[in-house]
C-alpha cells in the first residue's frame, strides 16, 4: 500500500510525471499550497508572468514551437477570469494546454466568496474539456486525463480547478500509465476506403492543389516531412493557410505562398480555379474562403480532419477523411506508391503555366521609398537578417502580422507563432517569451505593432527576470492599422479611435523595464540596427518607425470572392463592397 | 434540398458527471442551434451513464455539425440520430390542467377518454389529466382543452428508442 500525499503533491508529481519542465503562473491565495510545492522542488521551473493572460499565451508559445503542451497555474477568480483570452486563443488555434486554476474551499463554493468565480462555468465554452476536482482522490486521474485530452485528437485547452481544501487534502497517488478513458477516444487512422478514392481522385486531377493548414503542424515533425514528399511526388503547387506556415519550404517553387484574405494572387486564383482541392489540416475559415457560394466553385474537395466537426461546416466537400495527417499522409503515400501513379503530366504543365502568368503579376511588389521605411520592407530586410532554423517569429495581430506572414519566410514548422484564429493583440510578447523558455539559445522575435504591443507589455518585465533575450520588432506606424484600414476602405476615412495617441518612448520605455531600445526611422539606418539587434545579448524593444498609412496587399474585401481580388496598384480605387459584406468582420 | 429544414430527434449517452447537460445546453445555445425539446434522466446507475434525448430543427448541414459537434464533446459516449438511422418510437408525457363546470367539465372528460387519458386529480371543478403519446397527440389533446378551461400543461419533452433488439 503505497503511502498518501496532499493534493499540492500530486499536482507537482503528475507534473513531472508528465514530463513537465516548465509552467507559466502566478500565485494567489488559492494556489498557496501548490506554489509551496514548487518551491521545494527543482525538476519544475516556475516562470513568473506579470499577468494571467500573459502566462495563457507563454504557453502557447512554448507548445506550439516544441510539440509539447503549454502548463498554466493560476489562482482563483481574477486570475482564472484573466486566463480566459488565452484559453479561447488556445482553443481556436488548436494548443496543446493545461491551465490548474485554483478555486476557494468547497464548503465555499457558490458562496460568493472572496476571489470565487464559476471558473468551470467560465471556461466551458473556452476549454476543450475542464473539471472541477471535488476530491483529492480524483485528482491524479484527472490530472493525466486533462494532459491526455489537451495533447491527443484535436488539440486544445483543459482547465483543472482545485479548490484549496483538495489541495491540502491527503489522497493516493496514481502513475499516468494506469489512466483510460472510457468515451474520449479520437480517431486516428483514416478510413483506407476513402484513401483509396483521394488518390484515384488526385491522380486523375488536371488542375490540383494542396491546401495545408495548422493541423500538419499540430501533427507532428514526421507530417510536415510526409507532406513535402507527397507534394514532390505529385508536382502539384501547394498554398497554405496563416497556421500552416512551415509545413511546406517557402524556398521550394511549388510553394504558391499563404491562401485567404491577405493572400496571394496566385494562391487564391488557384484556389479558385483549381478542379481537385487537397485540404490537409485546415478547417475552411471565413479568411481563407471569402464569399461562399464563390469558393473554388469547380473542384472536387477532399477534406483531412482529425476533427469530425470541421468536416462541411464551413463548405461541403466531396470526400471527408477524418484522422490525424502524419497517418493519413502515411497511408496515402503508400497507396501512391504501391499502385505507381502518374499524375497528368501534360494537364499539369498547362496548370503550372496559368500559374505562372498569376506569379508574373508580383502582387507583393510595393513602392519603394528612400526617405521612409516601408512595413514590407522593415519585415523583408528583417527576413533577411535573421533567418535561419534557429529562428522563431511570433506576431501580434494586425497589419504588422499579416506583413509577417507574407514577408517572413519560413521553411520549417513549428518557427511561427501566431493568434489565427481568435485573432489576439497582445499575443506576441507573452508567446516570444514561452518560446524563449522552450529554445534558450534561438533567436526569437515577436513582430509586433505598437498598438498590439502596449496590450501585454508588462511581459517585457518577464524577459527581463529570467534574462530572456526576446527582441521585440515594432512596426510602428501610429495606427492601429488593420482598423485604420478598413476604415478607409469601408467607413469613408473616418478614422475614429484607430489614431495611437499619447504613444509612451518605446526606447525610454525598454531602459525602464531593463531591457535595450533601439529605434531606426530611416532605411539607411535599418541594417545597421537590425544587427544591433541581433547582437544585444538581452531583451530589446525595436521601434521601427514605418509609414504611416500604408495598406496592406493583396486583399479579398469582405464579402468578395478569391478572384476579386485588391492588389497594391489598386490603391485610391473606390471599392464596392456589398451590404452583405460589410456585416462581416 | 440543401436549405430545407427538419425537425431531428437525437438520442445521446453521456457519463453522468457534474456539468454534463450544461455542455450540451452550452453547444446548442453558443453555436445557435435551436432545441424543441430536452429530455435527460440517469438510465444506468452502475454504469453512471445518463440519456439526453434532443429535438431539434435545422438543415441537413446543421443537422451533421450538431451531431458531430456532441460527438466531440469528452463526456459523451455515442450520439445517435433516431431519425435517420433507425425506425424509432418517440413517446412524451403531458400533465394537464382543466378546470371548468357544467357541460365543458363533462366534454373534457368524455375527450380525455377518447385520448386515453388518465385523472390523476379531480376536484369539484378541475381535472389534471395523464396523457402519454407521440408530440402530435398532446399538441392536439391540448388544443382540444382550451375551449374547456385548460388552466396549465406540463410536458416532459420526448423521449426516444430505436425499434427492434439491437441498443444504442
Known amino acids: ?311 462541411n461546416k464551413n463548405v461541403a466537400v466531396d470526400l471527408p477523411i477524418v484522422g490525424d495527417v502524419a497517418h493519413v499522409l502515411e497511408d496515402m503515400l503508400r497507396v501512391w ?33 528612400d526617405k521612409a521605411i516601408k512595413p514590407q520592407y522593415a519585415v523583408e530586410r528583417l527576413y533577411e537578417l535573421t533567418k535561419g532554423p534557429n529562428t522563431y517569429i511570433t506576431t501580434e495581430v494586425g497589419q504588422h502580422q499579416m506583413w509577417a506572414a507574407q514577408y517572413y519566410r519560413f521553411e520549417e514548422p513549428n518557427r511561427w507563432m501566431t493568434s489565427g484564429g481568435l485573432g489576439t493583440m497582445g499575443y506576441g510578447i507573452p508567446a516570444a517569451v514561452g518560446v524563449q523558455v522552450a529554445h534558450p539559445d534561438a533567436l526569437v522575435i515577436d513582430i509586433a505593432g505598437e498598438a498590439s504591443v502596449l496590450m501585454t507589455m508588462q511581459e517585457i518585465s518577464t524577459a527581463v527576470q529570467y534574462r530572456l533575450p526576446v527582441k521585440i520588432f515594432i512596426l510602428n506606424n501610429e495606427y492601429m492599422g488593420m482598423v485604420r484600414q478598413w476604415q478607409e476602405l469601408l467607413h469613408g476615412g473616418r478614422y475614429s479611435s484607430s489614431y495611437s495617441e499619447a504613444l509612451p518612448d518605446f526606447v525610454k520605455l525598454a531602459e525602464a523595464y531593463g531591457a535595450t531600445g533601439i529605434r531606426a526611422e530611416k532605411p539607411d539606418e535599418l541594417d545597421d540596427a537590425i544587427r544591433k539587434m541581433i547582437k544585444t545579448k538581452g531583451p530589446v524593444i525595436f521601434d521601427c518607425i514605418v509609414t504611416k498609412e500604408e495598406n496592406c496587399f493583396p486583399m479579398i474585401p469582405s464579402g468578395a470572392a478569391h478572384n476579386d481580388m485588391l492588389l497594391a496598384d489598386d490603391q485610391g480605387l473606390d471599392i464596392e463592397v456589398s451590404d452583405a459584406g460589410k456585416v462581416m468582420v | 434540398m440543401q436549405d430545407q429544414i427538419n425537425t431531428h430527434t437525437i438520442s445521446v449517452l453521456v457519463d453522468n458527471e457534474a456539468g454534463v447537460l450544461a455542455r450540451v445546453i452550452g453547444l446548442f445555445s453558443g453555436r445557435g442551434y435551436n432545441i424543441d425539446s430536452l429530455t435527460v434522466a440517469e438510465v444506468d446507475d452502475g454504469a453512471h451513464t445518463s440519456r439526453i434525448t434532443v429535438v431539434t430543427t435545422g438543415t441537413p448541414m446543421v443537422i451533421e455539425q450538431i451531431k458531430a459537434q456532441l460527438g466531440r464533446l469528452v463526456p459523451v459516449h455515442r450520439v445517435v440520430d433516431l431519425t435517420v438511422e433507425t425506425d424509432s418510437v418517440e413517446r412524451e408525457l403531458a400533465l394537464i ?48 382543452m382550451r375551449p374547456l378551461g385548460l388552466k396549465e400543461v406540463s410536458r416532459t419533452g420526448v423521449a426516444a428508442i430505436a425499434r427492434g433488439a439491437e441498443a444504442m
Open chain 1, 337 to 369: 506508391k504501391s499502385r505507381a501513379v502518374e499524375p497528368d503530366k501534360k494537364a499539369l504543365t498547362d496548370w503550372w503555366a496559368e500559374i505562372e502568368t498569376w506569379r508574373r503579376r508580383k502582387c507583393l511588389a510595393y513602392r519603394k521609398d
Open chain 2, 97 to 144: 390542467k382543466v378546470s371548468g363546470k357544467g357541460e365543458a367539465r363533462v366534454e373534457a372528460l368524455r375527450m380525455s377518454e377518447a385520448f386515453r387519458a388518465r385523472v390523476v386529480d379531480a376536484t369539484p371543478d378541475s381535472f389534471v389529466f395523464e396523457l402519454t403519446g407521440r408530440t402530435g397527440k398532446i399538441d392536439a389533446f391540448i388544443g382540444l
Open chain 1, 1 to 311: 500500500m503505497s503511502a498518501t500525499m496532499t493534493g499540492a503533491q500530486i499536482v507537482l508529481k503528475a507534473l513531472q510525471d508528465q514530463g513537465v519542465e516548465h509552467i507559466f503562473g502566478y500565485p494567489g491565495g488559492a494556489v498557496l499550497p501548490i506554489y509551496d510545492e514548487i518551491f521545494q522542488q527543482d525538476a519544475v521551473e516556475h516562470i513568473l508572468v506579470r499577468h494571467e493572460q500573459g502566462a495563457t499565451h507563454a504557453a502557447e508559445g512554448y507548445a506550439r514551437s516544441t510539440g509539447k503542451p503549454g502548463v498554466v497555474l493560476v489562482t482563483s477568480g481574477p486570475g482564472a477570469t484573466n486566463a480566459v483570452t488565452g484559453l479561447t486563443d488556445a482553443l481556436m488555434d488548436s494548443i496543446p494546454m493545461v491551465c490548474i486554476t485554483g478555486q476557494v474551499a468547497t464548503h465555499l463554493i457558490g458562496n460568493d466568496a472572496f476571489q470565487e468565480a464559476d471558473t468551470v462555468g467560465i471556461t466551458r465554452p473556452c476549454t476543450k474539456h475542464n473539471y472541477l476536482v471535488k476530491s483529492a482522490d480524483d485528482l491524479p486521474r484527472i490530472l493525466h486525463e486533462a494532459f491526455h485530452v489537451a495533447t491527443t485528437g484535436r488539440p486544445g485547452p483543459v482547465v483543472v480547478d482545485i479548490p484549496k481544501d483538495v489541495q491540502f487534502a491527503e489522497a493516493k497517488y496514481m502513475r499516468p500509465t494506469a489512466v483510460k478513458h472510457k468515451t474520449y477516444k479520437p480517431q486516428i487512422k483514416g478510413d483506407i476506403e476513402a484513401i483509396y478514392t483521394a488518390v484515384d481522385l488526385i491522380s486523375k486531377a488536371k488542375k490540383p492543389v494542396f491546401y495545408s493548414g495548422g493541423g500538419v503542424i499540430n501533427s507532428g515533425p514526421q507530417a510536415s516531412q510526409l507532406l513535402r514528399e507527397f507534394v514532390k511526388l505529385t508536382g502539384f503547387p501547394i498554398t497554405s493557410t496563416l497556421m500552416g506556415l512551415g509545413a511546406f519550404p517557402s524556398a521550394d517553387p511549388q510553394w504558391l505562398g499563404m491562401l485567404g484574405m491577405h493572400g496571394t494572387y496566385e494562391a487564391n486564383l488557384a484556389m479558385h480555379d483549381c478542379d481537385v482541392m487537397i485540404n490537409i489540416g485546415a478547417r475552411f475559415d471565413d479568411r481563407i474562403t471569402g464569399r461562399l457560394d464563390a469558393f473554388s466553385p469547380n473542384s472536387k474537395k477532399i477534406h483531412i480532419d482529425i476533427d469530425p466537426s470541421s468536416i
